[in-house]
């Protein structure tokens, strides 16, 4: 491994010493976007090639930056911000995976002039415990209108404690044809995540004493536990537009105005989603697992989902480049749910399986507007008319205003929403060999208010949130699914900011929050992850090449709180009031370097274990990785 990275280093800084220029992004040649969660609009994302914190590479980090988790990278985790954690009912089983699979609410087309290709790889720790990621990008036009897009993502994790290894593999393929009257956007994903459940370790003094492989571990072993998620879904979104553009007319004066446009479109969305769970342990430990359903011999555990939405919508809108834009749509949502899962039979020691089959229609709607280009309002929300969700609805709102300064522009919103939602259908049946439960739960009711403050130029961002919860829905401390049935709120705070002084940066970030019943909700009062680093710019005049470097160092560190346990058997986190988990510093040390289109960085991460205690949990029972050397790579190819 060591003799094939130098070949690649070797292989990608020839190119740099010896190429002239230095290498510009060019943005006109790409363009990306997502498309809204309502899937009405293309929401732009810029075209990044910077290599700024590089090292925090790892999805999970992109998508929120303060994660708990069970140590290695791949396994299940959850955010330790609270206003973060993904929350809705038809992501349940891919919640703690969620950053990992490619859903439709995280694909990225694009449309390129060139082909474009991204390659990015990184490796860590000994040949025997090493954790890897790879990923492909590639997208390319058929011509200017017509563009396919594929990507293939591998987290392989060998893991430094005993049967902890992880693999998450996913691919999707998306394209989009945007013609001037008819749109279409295309994508298909396939997620297979495969971990194995060491059920933590049993013993917490030989931290101090062992190496992590010699740890014993409460599966493993004879108590073989393996889970498993395997995801597919489907996207088709085809919109047709009625009239066309008219163009600038001149008024008595001379000079062109914009006439009033209105155009109206069709829609029809289709959206397949296939969800399977399953566990297996082939000798069950009744010690650490409890109740024994089915059979103490064998654990073999499935549920699935399956759902399939159809919606179909008419938009409208006026003239999307004029200083007054309103726009809006309606349409009406079928959805057809099929949930299945192995139901205990107490006299005997076979199962039965039983499907549930569920239905809703759901209307939805959006109004938008916006009075001039620094100010703009968005509604969005839906009622379930008919179904298994009858009564439940949700209306999101924001509202946004930007500032002109010397710097660039910065934004102010204010956004709420309010919901009243069945939980999860998985909250009221499960039957597995450890675990059963049939429940009736009431519908959650959520209102949460916000504001935020951006201002990139400064590197300055604030938020504020809060949110009042009835009927709060969550595992209690038996792993059991329950209700709080009084109400319950949440506040924080979360500020960030870039401090730079000549070429030192010093990035902290904060996060602050407080729950009013911490026995149903107990989170860490103050969250902080910093980052500190020199960057400097070395310029080759002999080859007028540059090499761009960061150096420097981070820290995560929360307070204690009772943080969640996690129940193999279940996939679930769930509550616990035993132990308190925080107070303890994971510091890391980086290396980040540009070289043209070539991003490397080389890290020591959690550089200060065994020297500052060894109470290096985030969640109890699964120590976080001890020392470990990481380094990666990233190549990207457009031309």
Not at 170 to 191: E, H, I, P, V
Request: positive net charge; contains cysteine.
């Amino acid at each position: 491994m060591r003799r094939t990275l130098a070949i690649l280093l070797l292989t990608c800084l020839t190119p740099v010493f010896s190429a002239g220029a230095q290498d510009t992004v060019r943005h006109r040649i790409i363009e990306m976007w997502k498309l809204s969660p309502d899937q009405t609009e293309e929401l732009k994302v810029p075209f990044d090639t910077t290599f700024s914190l590089f090292h925090q590479y790892r999805l999970a980090d992109k998508y929120s930056p303060l994660n708990a988790s069970p140590g290695s990278y791949g396994l299940p985790f959850y955010q330790l911000n609270f206003f973060d954690r993904v929350t809705d009912p038809d992501k349940y089983l891919g919640w703690y995976y969620y950053p990992f699979m490619y859903q439709p609410g995280n694909y990225l087309f694009m449309n390129t002039q060139v082909p474009f290709t991204e390659l990015v790889w990184t490796y860590g720790g000994l040949r025997d415990q090493a954790e890897q990621t790879f990923r492909i990008r590639h997208s390319q036009n058929v011509n200017r209108k017509l563009n396919f897009a594929l990507v293939y993502d591998i987290v392989y994790n060998l893991g430094q404690y005993n049967y902890q290894q992880s693999s998450d593999k996913s691919f999707a393929f998306n394209g989009s044809y945007r013609g001037d009257n008819y749109k279409a956007y295309f994508a298909y994903g396939l997620n297979n995540i495969k971990t194995y459940e060491n059920g933590g370790i049993s013993d917490l003094s030989q931290l101090e004493t062992l190496e992590p492989k010699n740890i014993a571990v409460n599966l493993g072993g004879l108590s073989k536990a393996l889970s498993y998620l395997k995801n597919s879904n489907l996207m088709l979104v085809q919109r047709y537009t009625l009239g066309k553009k008219t163009t600038s007319v001149a008024d008595s004066s001379g000079s062109a105005r914009e006439p009033f446009w209105l155009s109206g479109s069709f829609s029809h969305i289709l959206m397949i989603d296939g969800n399977r769970r399953s566990y297996e342990d082939n000798n069950p430990d009744t010690v650490f697992y409890g109740p024994v359903y089915i059979s103490d011999r064998h654990t073999f555990d499935s549920l699935s989902a399956r759902t399939i939405k159809n919606t179909i919508r008419f938009d409208f809108t006026t003239r999307e480049s004029g200083r007054f834009r309103l726009a809006g749509g309606v349409g009406i949502r079928n959805e057809l749910i099929r949930y299945s899962q192995i139901v205990p039979t107490h006299d005997t020691l076979v199962a039965d399986t039983a499907v549930w089959r569920k239905h809703n229609n759901v209307l939805v709607g959006r109004l938008y507007n916006n009075i001039g280009d620094k100010f703009y309002w968005l509604a969005t929300g839906e009622l379930f008319l008919s179904g298994y969700r009858f009564g439940d609805f949700n209306l999101d709102g924001v509202i946004s205003k930007s500032f002109s300064f010397k710097k660039g522009l910065a934004s102010w919103n204010i956004n709420g929403s309010i919901a009243n939602r069945q939980p999860s259908f998985w909250y009221e049946q499960w039957g597995g060999n450890h675990f059963e439960w049939s429940k009736s739960m009431n519908k959650e009711f959520r209102i949460d208010v916000g504001s935020s403050f951006n201002y990139p130029a400064r590197g300055l961002e604030l938020r504020f949130n809060y949110a009042i919860i009835d009927n709060y829905t969550a595992f209690d401390t038996l792993a059991m699914p329950s209700q709080h049935g009084g109400g319950l709120s949440v506040a924080s705070v979360f500020a960030s900011k870039d401090l730079r002084a000549w070429k030192f940066h010093l990035t902290p970030t904060l996060l602050v929050q407080q729950s009013s019943n911490p026995d149903v909700l107990d989170l860490p009062l103050a969250t902080v992850r910093a980052t500190a680093f020199f960057e400097h710019l070395f310029n080759f005049k002999k080859t007028n090449g540059q090499l761009n470097m960061q150096l420097g160092a981070e820290v995560l560190y929360h307070t204690p709180y009772h943080a969640l346990a996690y129940m193999p058997a279940t996939g679930r986190y769930y509550r616990q009031n035993a132990v308190e988990i925080g107070n303890y510093p994971f510091v890391n040390v980086f290396l980040n370097l540009k070289l043209r289109r070539t991003r490397i960085f080389l890290m020591l991460d959690h550089v200060n274990s065994g020297f500052t205690g060894y109470d290096y949990f985030m969640i109890p029972f699964y120590p976080m990785n001890i020392r470990m050397f990481r380094y990666g790579l990233a190549w990207t190819f457009y031309d």
